[in-house]
């Protein structure tokens, strides 16, 4: 067990539909990154938040947004659904390491797009 | 950004040491290196990370040449449950970073009995 909790476990919905995926990091990690895997495919990273901030950006659609709350626990809102956004969207939250830092993963948030 | 590059699968034998290389040509002077282990539809776990020379933990060893330009993680006697997609991340995710984080397209190991 990573420490990090994700919610759902499942989803599924029909396209144009908006949906929330709910993650909490471990107890005294600031950042929460959140991640999508398509089937056979890597992890693309989406977003970083910090402490309640934004910190880094890949490769997020405009029609996903995410925010991380003052309890720091993190919402990624998924919205206008279409069939490709079906994936595993994954969280993680860090701890800074003796090199930087290490992500711990949660066990995802299986999505389907029917 | 730093952009990685894995083999694609590799197969070994139960008992023997595997070493999986990633090449990132452009890392940067503020990139770690950090290696992840993912089984089927659960989430990343973090096996090592580095910096520069090698670094040892109680499962892996990462090693990293002098130009950085590429890693090797080792993997001392695999056992049939070390069957697993293997990534390599380049990034530097530190506080005060705004740097895209990039994880390879993971190197897929299958131990053999």
């Known amino acids: 067990d990573s420490g990090v909790t994700q919610t759902p476990k499942h989803l599924i919905t029909a396209t144009g539909q908006r949906v929330t995926l709910r993650c909490s990091p471990r107890s005294g990690d600031l950042s929460v990154y959140w991640y999508q895997q398509s089937l056979d495919q890597g992890l693309q990273f989406l977003i970083q938040y910090y402490n309640g901030e934004e910190r880094a950006k890949g490769n997020i659609l405009e029609r996903f947004s995410a925010q991380q709350f003052p309890d720091l626990h993190s919402e990624l809102n998924l919205s206008s659904l279409e069939l490709g956004d079906s994936a595993l969207y994954f969280c993680?939250?860090?701890?800074?390491?003796?090199?930087?830092?290490?992500?711990?993963f949660g066990a995802g948030t299986r999505l389907s797009v029917l | 950004l730093a952009k990685t590059t894995q083999p694609i699968s590799m197969d070994s034998y139960e008992g023997q040491e595997v070493n999986i290389t990633c090449s990132h040509n452009n890392i940067a002077t503020n990139d770690y290196i950090t290696w992840y282990q993912q089984f089927p539809s659960q989430g990343p776990r973090f096996i090592i990370q580095g910096y520069k020379t090698k670094v040892t933990n109680e499962v892996a060893s990462l090693f990293i040449p002098a130009d950085r330009k590429s890693s090797t993680l080792s993997l001392p006697r695999v056992s049939l449950s070390d069957t697993a997609v293997y990534y390599c991340l380049v990034g530097d995710i530190s506080s005060g970073s705004a740097r895209q984080l990039t994880f390879g397209s993971g190197t897929q190991l299958t131990v053999l009995p």
């Open positions: 993680a939250s860090s701890v800074v390491g003796l090199n930087g830092d290490i992500q711990y």
